[in-house]
């Protein structure tokens, strides 16, 4: 049975920062995720994580300069203020418990040739796997759709195992977001089964739209039973955009015969 997360960057978004962990946990959730956190509420999370007893499973890091590009992890030009942000991600990941991080790619920039930046990100995330190692933190590489996100220099599953190997460095892992994977290739069960060995985290939202599940066109049930099958021990990071109140929008899930509180 899927044992669920709740991103709480993207979910109870009618309530400050801190207050969503007591709401998570009020939902049902043992675990959550959270996107970028910011200095000033780290000391505020980890307090709810301790009133709460939640599981924060990862972060993702870093934000980057804030021009679209996510992340400099591509620029060669930008190699020593990323792996700064990226020594500060993993400080705020450690003091939080976090024991996964998602580390972003970057857009491909125009006035760089492609090899200068996937040789660039290659570097990047072999010095990230063994960074990550030193703080027990499994890293790892996320697909993003380029519909939503232009030009980023992963967006398959092919291209992200592609650097994941070009590395050499065994902990860095994938991340498998249906929601990123359904607009860009469809083929859950192939994918599933054959990446599953490399898969450190699934996440899932509705597409279109990142809605909440069982209102879009995935078919979750048999998803749900298909990892059940390959005997996936992970958790699922649901993670979405909804109306509030959020509680009210895991009616499916409550329903489905795959929650667990």
Do not use: K
Not at 64 to 70: C, L, T, V, W
Not at 179 to 199: A, S
């Amino acid at each position: 049975m899927p044992r669920f997360s709740a991103n709480i960057s993207l979910m109870y978004t009618e309530f400050p920062v801190v207050e969503r962990f007591e709401r998570a946990a009020e939902s049902g959730f043992r675990a959550v995720e959270f996107l970028y956190p910011l200095d000033d509420d780290l000391a505020g999370m980890r307090a709810a994580l301790d009133h709460t007893g939640l599981t924060l499973l990862q972060i993702n890091a870093p934000r980057g300069s804030g021009n679209g590009d996510r992340t400099g992890a591509n620029n060669p030009h930008q190699r020593e203020e990323y792996r700064s942000q990226m020594e500060r991600a993993f400080e705020m990941a450690a003091y939080l418990g976090a024991s996964q991080m998602h580390c972003t790619s970057g857009a491909a920039q125009p006035d760089l040739t492609f090899d200068e930046q996937w040789g660039t990100l290659v570097e990047n995330m072999a010095w990230v796997a063994e960074r990550a190692a030193t703080f027990g933190i499994t890293p790892m590489i996320e697909p993003l759709n380029t519909y939503d996100n232009p030009n980023y220099m992963v967006p398959t599953t092919a291209t992200a195992i592609r650097l994941i190997d070009a590395t050499g460095q065994p902990n860095l892992r994938l991340q498998y977001d249906l929601y990123h994977t359904q607009r860009m290739e469809g083929n859950h069960t192939d994918n599933l089964t054959n990446l599953l060995p490399r898969i450190a985290n699934i996440q899932v939202s509705e597409t279109p739209g990142r809605r909440a599940l069982g209102d879009g066109e995935l078919n979750l049930p048999y998803i749900f039973r298909l990892i059940d099958r390959l005997g996936y021990t992970g958790w699922v990071g649901v993670g979405y955009r909804t109306d509030p109140p959020t509680d009210a929008s895991l009616a499916w899930l409550r329903s489905s015969g795959f929650w667990e509180r």
